[in-house]
C-alpha cells in the first residue's frame, strides 16, 4: 500500500508518491505521469515489463564504465566478469520493455566497450545494430596529454533497434563553420526563366555590397572579418547563392540524362526539366545548379534548441558518427548539480532524443544518475520513466527534475526554446 507524501505548493503540478515495495503503482499505469523510482533498477524493470509490457521508444542506458575508480557517489570497481553479470540480465528487461520500432541506446567509454557490443549484439542482434557514435568530450590538453598512449577524450553510443526494418529515426544537422566554398557564384535574376539567368562570382559581389573594387582588396583590407562578412551575406541571399555539382546519371531518368548531354554540348547556355513531385533539375554546362537555400534548416526542427528562440534557418550538415560539437564545459551548472565523471551534457541527451523519440513518446532511464534525461525529456516534451539506486537519486535527481517541472530552471536546454514541460512526476522507493 502506498502512502503521499506531503503536498508541495499547490503553484505546482509536482507530486511524490512512496511504494516500499517491488510492486509500482496500484492500479493502472497512470496516464501522463513520468516517475523516478528509487532502488535497484533489476526489479523495476521487471515489474514494469508485467505491468506496462512493451511501451517505450527509447531505453538510455548510462551505465557505470567500470573505471576502476572509485567517485564520490558510487564505487566504479568490478571485474569485467561481474560488470557483465550486472549489465545482460538489465539490458534484456530494457529490450523487453522496447517498441518494436523503438531503440536502445547505450553510453559507454573504451574500458568496456567492447564487451558490452558483443553483449548488445547477442541481446539485440547484430543485425539490429544501428551506429557506434564518437563523442569527443574533451581535448588533448593538460595532465591528459602526458598520459602514456593515445589520450582519451571519448565517449560511445551504441545504438541499437529492436527491429531494424521498424526503426525510423529522425534525421539531425548540425550547424556547418561557415559557407561552403563550392557555392562560388551569385545568381542575379533568380525570378526570370532559367535561360535567362545571369550569374557573377559571389565575391566579386559581396566585395561590391562593401564598397571594394574587387574581392581581393575586400580581402586585404578586412582580413578574417571577409569570411564572416561572405558567410552573412550569403546566408541573407542563400536563394541566390549557387554552386554546380555533377548528376548522377545513374540516378536519373532517361529524359534527365539527354538533358544533361545536350547541357555539356552547350554549356554557355542553361536548361530546366520539370520533373513532378521533385524539384525542377536546372543545368548549366552539363552541371546540376544547387542553391545554399536548399542546405539551410532550422536547427530547432533537428534536434537542438536554437539559442536565440529565433528558429534562424542556417547552413546545416548531416550528423555523422563522430559528434565533436556537444560542450561538456560547465556541466556543473548545467541542472545546478555536480556529479563526478559521468555527468552527461543536456545537448547530448537532446540529441539522441531527436533522433530515437517523437513528441509524447515515452523514454526508459534505469541509470538515471543526476537525473539528465528526466530533466532532458521533461523539456522535449517526451514522457519519461528513470530508476536510481544510488543516494544521488534523492539528493541530486529530485530536486533537479522539481526545479525544471517547476520553470525554475534556466540551465541547459532551457535557455533556449521549450518544446513543452510536462510537469507531473511521481517518485517511488522501490
Known amino acids: 500500500m502506498s502512502t503521499r507524501a506531503p503536498a508541495p505548493s499547490p503553484s505546482t503540478h509536482e507530486h511524490t508518491r512512496r511504494d516500499r515495495s517491488t510492486k509500482l503503482s496500484p492500479g493502472p499505469f497512470v496516464e501522463g505521469e513520468n516517475r523516478l523510482y528509487l532502488g535497484d533498477n533489476l526489479p523495476v524493470l521487471g ?31 568490478r571485474s569485467r566478469e561481474a ?13 523487453d520493455l522496447l517498441r518494436d520500432d523503438g531503440a536502445l541506446v547505450a553510453e559507454i567509454d573504451d574500458t568496456e566497450l567492447g564487451p558490452l557490443q558483443c553483449l548488445l549484439d547477442r541481446v539485440l542482434g547484430a543485425k539490429n545494430r544501428v551506429a557506434t557514435i564518437t563523442v569527443v568530450r574533451s581535448a588533448a590538453t593538460g595532465h591528459k596529454a602526458s598520459n602514456v598512449g593515445p589520450v582519451n577524450v571519448a565517449d560511445y553510443l551504441l545504438v541499437y533497434a529492436k527491429s531494424r526494418a521498424s526503426f525510423r529515426p529522425t534525421p539531425l544537422y548540425r550547424r556547418r563553420a561557415g559557407i561552403d566554398g563550392a557555392y562560388r557564384s551569385f545568381l542575379e535574376n533568380p525570378d526570370a526563366a532559367p535561360e535567362h539567368y545571369r550569374f557573377s562570382p559571389l565575391a566579386a559581389v559581396v566585395a561590391h555590397e562593401h564598397g571594394y573594387p574587387s574581392a581581393r582588396a575586400a580581402r586585404t583590407a578586412l582580413g578574417a572579418e571577409w569570411d564572416v562578412r561572405v558567410a552573412t551575406f550569403a546566408e541573407r541571399n542563400a536563394r541566390q547563392v549557387v554552386r554546380f555539382a555533377q548528376v548522377r546519371v545513374e540516378a536519373v531518368s532517361k529524359a534527365a540524362r539527354m538533358l544533361v548531354a545536350r547541357s555539356k554540348a552547350s554549356p554557355e547556355k542553361v536548361y530546366r526539366l520539370e520533373r513532378p513531385g ?9 552541371n546540376r545548379m544547387l542553391t545554399l537555400a536548399q542546405k539551410l534548416r532550422s536547427l530547432a526542427a533537428h534536434g537542438a534548441i536554437d539559442p536565440t528562440g529565433a528558429c534562424a534557418r542556417v547552413p546545416c550538415e548531416r550528423l555523422t558518427n563522430v559528434w565533436d560539437d556537444v560542450p561538456f564545459q560547465g556541466l556543473a551548472r548545467e541542472g545546478h548539480v555536480t556529479f563526478s565523471r559521468n555527468k552527461k551534457p543536456e545537448r547530448l541527451l537532446a540529441r539522441v532524443l531527436a533522433s530515437t523519440t517523437r513528441e509524447g513518446d515515452w523514454v526508459l532511464d534505469p541509470f538515471l544518475g ?32 522539481t526545479r525544471v517541472v517547476r520553470g525554475m530552471d534556466q540551465t541547459g536546454l532551457r535557455r533556449g526554446q521549450v518544446a513543452r514541460l510536462l510537469p507531473s512526476f511521481g517518485v517511488y522507493r522501490a
Open 83 to 95: 560488470w557483465l553479470a550486472m549489465m545482460e540480465p538489465r539490458v534484456e528487461q530494457a529490450r
Open 370 to 401: 543526476s537525473g539528465t534525461t528526466a530533466a532532458v525529456a521533461s523539456t522535449m516534451g517526451r514522457r519519461w520513466i528513470g530508476i536510481e539506486s544510488g543516494a544521488h537519486g534523492e539528493t541530486l535527481a529530485i530536486p533537479r527534475i
Open 278 to 286: 521533385l524539384p525542377d533539375l536546372v543545368l548549366k554546362g552539363g
Open 47 to 77: 515489474a514494469l515489463a508485467r505491468e506496462l509490457g512493451p511501451v517505450f521508444a527509447l531505453a538510455y542506458l548510462d551505465p557505470p564504465f567500470n573505471t576502476g575508480r572509485t567517485f564520490d557517489e558510487y564505487d566504479d570497481t
